[in-house]
């Protein structure tokens, strides 16, 4: 390898920083904003994606967001609202001149500006609806007319519909001479009379076919519709289910009333599985890195006091045996690595479990053969390590009845980790409530508790 090759491997960014802003553009940034150079930061954030300026704006703290977006005034965008943070969007917008914030949301597609109107308070909500054109803001405020988090909300007004009985140069005719078509679509929706959407047709399937061709002959052969009172958390699974790309959306009586796009059913898939791994963390999952002490501190309080409680009760089964943790003191060491493998088990089954249940895989059909997959799991996992602490036990205190011991609880804790670990989410899933936001509590209770028993309790018994 030549020096030339040398520099150029040298600037190569590694893959974990291929798409993380650079850090001397942000102090570059940063320095702008200091010193009041408005040009020097437009030319800066000119070549950044919309996306990228919203990390930007995520990143840095309240006061320098403030100030850069003064400071970049008329060319802020709509579509950084868009990518925001719903944290810090709000902060955003009522920081942004009426004017410039008018402009920002002219261009954005309904469901882009249903996205940032539905979680503000009443005084900004206005403020962005009476930015729109009438027509506009009458979409806008009949998306919102349906419930939180439904297909309604999701939905962009905008769809390309075109009669059922239409050909091919009809349809590329009509597009031609449209002024209102959607930035970025991917089918033409055919509908009936009465406005029933029948089917889809790609626009790789029309540029190709002659003029003649009717819109019906090439027509998709998988077609569905969404209800618009349908959970956005369903609509995403089968977008990802279906391989979908856009699907019309209707109304109560079959009629065509918007379209979903794959980009929007994507984010929310995302934002499901974020929201799934901060609860099993036991975290809001409305956290967000740019969220003060307080706001941190009050979300995290209410599972802390809840580990807390379950911590208490396993301590109360430890201290029914003080008499023979007296007498035996390595039980007080070797406790924690019972325990401790129990909630690792555990974790993993109902990692696996919560997944299963989100992605619809597990279903009262299978729930059965999953448990009992994860039972002998647990149960040879815990054969092996029983048999490797058991010597260990034996080795260090020198006597093979506490390695028994042991080895006996290991094999129950894992046993019943496994159990628990699918169980739990099972149940909490059937009663109504996410398996992602309670079964850690549950599951490490279980564990902590049947773990502290069975090994305490087996001690008591054997070596006493």
């Known amino acids: 390898m030549d020096q030339d ?16 802003l650079d850090r001397k553009l942000v102090a570059a940034i940063l320095q702008a904003v200091e010193t009041g150079d408005q040009a020097k930061l437009t030319e800066l954030m000119e070549p950044l994606h ?34 925001l943070d719903e944290s810090i969007r709000e902060e955003v917008i009522a920081v942004l001149h009426p004017n410039v914030l008018a402009d920002a949301v002219r261009d954005l597609d309904s469901d882009d500006v249903v996205d940032l109107v539905e979680d503000l308070e009443e ?15 009458v979409a806008v405020e009949q998306a919102l007319s349906f419930p939180e ?3 309604g909300r999701l939905m962009q007004r905008e769809v390309v519909m075109a009669p059922e009985d239409w050909t091919v140069g009809q349809a590329i005719d009509f597009m031609r001479g ?47 519709v969404i209800p618009a009172d349908q959970d956005e958390e369903d609509v995403a699974y089968a977008f990802n289910q279906y391989h979908l790309i856009s699907a019309p959306v209707v109304d109560g009586d079959g009629r065509l009333v918007g379209m979903i796009t794959i980009d929007d059913a994507m984010i929310v898939l995302d934002e499901e599985h974020e929201e799934d791994i901060l609860r099993l963390a036991g975290v809001s999952d409305e956290s967000s890195l740019s969220d003060r002490v307080i706001e941190t501190t009050k979300r995290r309080f209410p599972w802390l006091a809840v580990n807390l409680a379950t911590a208490i009760l396993a301590s109360v089964v430890i201290a029914q045996f003080d008499e023979t943790i007296a007498q035996f003191v390595a039980l007080a060491v070797l406790m924690p690595i019972v325990a401790s493998m129990g909630g690792n088990a555990g974790t993993q089954s109902l990692t696996v479990a919560v997944r299963a249940i989100a992605t619809k895989d597990l279903t009262g059909s299978n729930v059965w053969r999953v448990i009992r997959r994860e039972v002998l799991v ?33 094999v129950i804790n894992l046993v019943v980790a496994g159990l628990a670990g699918t169980v739990i989410p099972v149940i909490l899933e059937r009663i109504g409530i996410d398996p992602a936001l309670a079964s850690g509590a549950f599951v490490t209770t279980v564990t902590d508790v049947v773990g502290f028993f069975a090994f305490l309790g087996l001690a008591a018994v054997v070596l006493l």
Request: hydrophobic fraction near 45%; glycine fraction near 8%.
């Open 5 to 20: 090759d040398d520099v150029i491997e040298q600037e190569r960014p590694r893959d974990e920083d291929a798409y993380q």
């Open 50 to 83: 919309a996306a990228d300026i919203a990390d930007l704006l995520e990143q840095i703290d309240a006061e320098e967001r403030d100030r850069l977006i003064r400071l970049y005034g008329h060319e802020f965008d709509g579509d950084i609202l868009s990518e």
């Open 123 to 137: 005084p900004q909500q206005e403020a962005i609806l009476d930015a729109l054109e009438d027509a506009d803001r």
């Open 149 to 151: 988090g439904s297909a």
């Open 178 to 224: 449209s002024d209102e078509l959607p930035d970025q679509f991917y089918h033409v929706v055919l509908v009936d009379p009465r406005m029933h959407p029948v089917a889809n047709v790609t626009l790789g399937r029309i540029m190709s076919s002659p003029r003649a061709t009717a819109l019906r002959d090439i027509a998709e052969e998988l077609f569905r």
């Open 378 to 410: 647990g149960l040879v996992n815990g054969t092996i390590f029983a048999v490797a602490m058991g010597v260990l036990g034996a080795a260090w205190y020198g006597t093979m009845t506490l390695g028994y011991v042991i080895g006996a609880a290991m």
